[in-house]
């Protein structure tokens, strides 16, 4: 089992970009990508992109460094290989910032009465009070929200199964991630 990085050569937002995969199992990569604070709306079926700091961070994690073809070569040796087409993309539904009311703002969100089950019931308390921006995100899997922090996190368990993802970034950034249907790990 092992973590592969390919050179960070493709630019996007003042830097840039490589990929992250593993050429054994897709949980081992969301383990580790959870480890690196990747978001796990992120996930692009086989792969995170991740930056070129991050790169090095999950480098001195133990991931191993290879050119894009041997990343390519092993990720189809292992049968997780998509096509970057056949994997859906999410988009963009609504988005709010420096947020003083972060529950009215969900209340008012056009979401699905599942995810607003998961919502009312994860995103109270410490989490709503330190949040600074909501993202709600679609794709033809499914729905996702994002709430998002600087500084302490929401003491909030990670629920995988149910759709529950926490995620605390190396500059102190939170975010917990609620995502209906649950992303499953060949997701």
Same mark, same amino acid.
């Not at 992109?49 to 070569?73: F, P």
């Not at 995103?123 to 330190?130: E, H, P, Q, S």
């Given at each position: 089992? &092992?973590?592969?990085?390919?050179?960070?050569?493709? @630019?996007?937002?003042?830097?840039?970009? #490589?990929?992250?995969?593993?050429?054994?199992?897709?949980?081992?990569?969301?383990?580790?990508?959870?480890? $690196?604070? #990747?978001?796990?709306?992120?996930?692009?079926?086989?792969?995170?992109?991740?930056?070129?700091? &991050?790169?090095?961070? /999950?480098?001195?994690?133990?991931?191993?460094? #290879?050119?894009?073809?041997?990343?390519? *070569?092993?990720?189809?040796? !292992?049968?997780?290989?998509?096509? +970057?087409?056949?994997?859906?993309?999410?988009?963009?539904?609504?988005?709010? &910032?420096?947020?003083?009311?972060?529950?009215?703002?969900? !209340? /008012?969100?056009?979401?699905?009465?599942?995810?607003?089950?998961?919502?009312?019931?994860?995103?109270?308390?410490?989490?709503?009070?330190?949040?600074?921006?909501?993202?709600?995100?679609?794709?033809?899997?499914?729905?996702?929200?994002?709430?998002?922090?600087?500084?302490?996190? @929401?003491?909030?368990?990670?629920? +995988? /199964? &149910?759709?529950?993802?926490?995620?605390?970034?190396?500059?102190? *950034?939170?975010?917990?991630?609620?995502?209906? +249907?649950? $992303?499953?790990?060949?997701?």
């Amino acid at each position: 089992m &092992t973590i592969l990085v390919d050179p960070a050569r493709w @630019p996007w937002r003042g830097t840039t970009w #490589c990929h992250l995969v593993s050429d054994d199992h897709l949980d081992e990569l969301h383990e580790f990508a959870a480890r $690196l604070g #990747c978001r796990r709306v992120g996930f692009q079926g086989d792969h995170y992109d991740i930056d070129i700091d &991050t790169r090095e961070v /999950a480098i001195e994690l133990g991931a191993t460094a #290879c050119d894009s073809r041997e990343l390519v *070569r092993r990720l189809r040796g !292992a049968g997780l290989r998509l096509r +970057p087409s056949t994997f859906p993309k999410w988009s963009m539904v609504e988005q709010w &910032t420096d947020l003083d009311g972060v529950a009215d703002v969900l !209340a /008012a969100a056009d979401l699905t009465p599942e995810l607003r089950v998961l919502a009312d019931r994860h995103l109270r308390g410490d989490t709503i009070d330190a949040a600074s921006g909501v993202v709600v995100l679609t794709r033809s899997l499914g729905d996702a929200v994002m709430v998002f922090g600087d500084g302490n996190a @929401p003491s909030l368990a990670e629920e +995988p /199964a &149910t759709g529950v993802h926490m995620r605390v970034d190396r500059f102190d *950034r939170w975010a917990v991630e609620l995502v209906h +249907p649950p $992303l499953r790990a060949e997701q």
